[in-house]
């Protein structure tokens, strides 16, 4: 179950570091630096990005609804207030604070993605969107 719930959250992450990080390697810089010169292309990734977007916000809404994502906010702030008020953290690196929030945006995803997982693990329930006859 851990390695499952770790591999979703993996793919929620990687599709949000695609899209924008501080670094300069993700699809925002390079469309908005080259993408004149690589129209298509630019064109493509981002449908693509579109895709994987459209397909893990659309399971999170379904799984854990607007209430969910907003409990599943509060929880990763009040944990990232704790980190700042024991000093683990900092808010004078505007870097190390863009990836804080790429991490979170990807674990509220990753919850969506596991919720059902996470509900059967914790109640013995089985989620069933679709009844076959």
């Known amino acids: 179950m851990l390695v499952s719930l770790l591999l979703r959250w993996l793919a929620a992450f990687v599709l949000v570091v695609?899209?924008?990080?501080?670094?300069?390697?993700?699809?925002?810089?390079?469309?908005?630096?080259?993408?004149?010169?690589?129209?298509?292309l630019v064109i493509l990734f981002g449908v693509i990005l579109l895709v994987g977007y459209v397909i893990f916000l659309r399971a999170t809404f379904r799984s854990i609804g607007g209430l969910g994502i907003l409990l599943v906010v509060a929880l990763v702030g009040a944990f990232?207030?704790?980190?700042?008020?024991?000093?683990?953290?900092?808010?004078?690196?505007?870097?190390?604070l863009?990836?804080?929030?790429?991490?979170?945006?990807?674990?509220?995803?990753?919850?969506?993605?596991?919720?059902?997982?996470?509900?059967?693990?914790?109640?013995?329930?089985?989620?069933?969107?679709?009844v076959e006859e």
């Not at 300069?24 to 993408?35: F, I, M, P, Q």
């Not at 024991?86 to 505007?94: C, G, K, V």
């Not at 863009?98 to 945006?105: F, N, P, Q, R, Y």
Request: glycine fraction near 10%; proline fraction near 4%; charged fraction near 15%.
């Open 18 to 40: 695609i899209t924008y990080n501080p670094t300069e390697l993700n699809y925002v810089r390079w469309a908005l630096g080259d993408g004149a010169a690589s129209l298509p």
């Open 80 to 96: 990232l207030w704790v980190l700042y008020d024991f000093n683990i953290i900092s808010l004078e690196n505007p870097g190390a």
């Open 98 to 130: 863009t990836w804080i929030g790429l991490v979170a945006v990807s674990f509220i995803m990753g919850v969506g993605l596991s919720w059902s997982i996470i509900r059967r693990g914790l109640s013995g329930q089985l989620d069933v969107d679709d």
